[in-house]
């Protein structure tokens, strides 16, 4: 098994600019997340899913979308991208409730 | 909402040494869990340990070990016989049982290992 892929590893956006952060699991994991951790801080809910088709908001979801067309898939949309969303994004997923997340490598994004 | 305190932004220790990671967390549920999350250089978040809050034992994992206190809502982290590779940012945190296990994480805390 893989576990938590996201590409790319590594992005440099200009202001106003839209990209899409891929994020796949192979566990067969219904519940998946996005995190952003900024510098020197811990990790903040952005959206989480708790199964295909299922999206909810975290603590910051204001300039990310998501979506979830399948088990594996769950990519995090920016639009119009701000240097306040200059950080490093984890994807991650469990199996069921309150267990184990396992976490991708992140992808650190900057916006100038 | 659920609140993860880790007041310790850096700690040190001796190669072989014991260190303890402190955290506290404010909650009105019952039924909850917590981790310790390991973030090496790599970035790559490993979990650490894991405890219930329904179980009075404390968790333990090799040379990892918690201690939970549930009416002080503090849950403190030993590391024994500190290795090199134990150098990393450690964050605490929390989950309630039935909120499709979102995390929410303390501000971490730097340890150093020194040879």
């Known amino acids: 098994n893989a576990g938590v892929t996201q590409t790319p590893k590594f992005r440099i956006l200009k202001i106003g600019q839209s990209m899409t952060l891929q994020c796949t699991q192979d566990m067969n994991h219904n519940y998946m997340y996005w995190y952003r951790q900024d510098p020197g801080m811990g990790l903040k809910l952005i959206y989480y899913s708790v199964g295909a088709g299922i999206t909810d908001k975290g603590e910051v979801p204001n300039g990310y979308n998501v979506s979830r067309s399948t088990t594996e898939d769950f990519p995090l949309r920016l639009e119009l991208a701000a240097p306040s969303q200059t950080s490093v994004y984890f994807c991650a997923s469990s199996y069921i409730t309150y267990n184990e997340q396992f976490f991708g490598p992140g992808t650190r994004l900057t916006v100038l | 909402a659920q609140t993860v305190t880790q007041s310790q932004p850096e700690m040190s220790v001796q190669e072989a040494e014991t260190v303890t990671l402190s955290c506290t967390y404010d909650?009105?549920?019952?039924?909850?869990?917590l981790f310790w999350y390991k973030q090496p250089p790599s970035r790559q978040m490993i979990l650490v340990i894991r405890?219930?809050?329904?179980?009075?034992q404390n968790a333990t994992e090799n040379r990892f070990s918690v201690n939970f206190q549930k009416a002080a809502k503090s849950f403190s982290l030993k590391i024994s016989d500190s290795q090199l590779g134990d150098a990393a940012m450690y964050f605490c945190?929390?989950?309630?049982?039935?909120?499709?296990?979102?995390?929410?994480f303390g501000e971490g805390t730097q340890l150093t290992v020194n040879p």
């Open positions: 909650t009105s549920e019952s039924d909850y869990y």
């Open positions: 945190a929390y989950s309630k049982e039935t909120s499709g296990s979102r995390l929410t």
């Open positions: 405890q219930e809050a329904y179980k009075q």
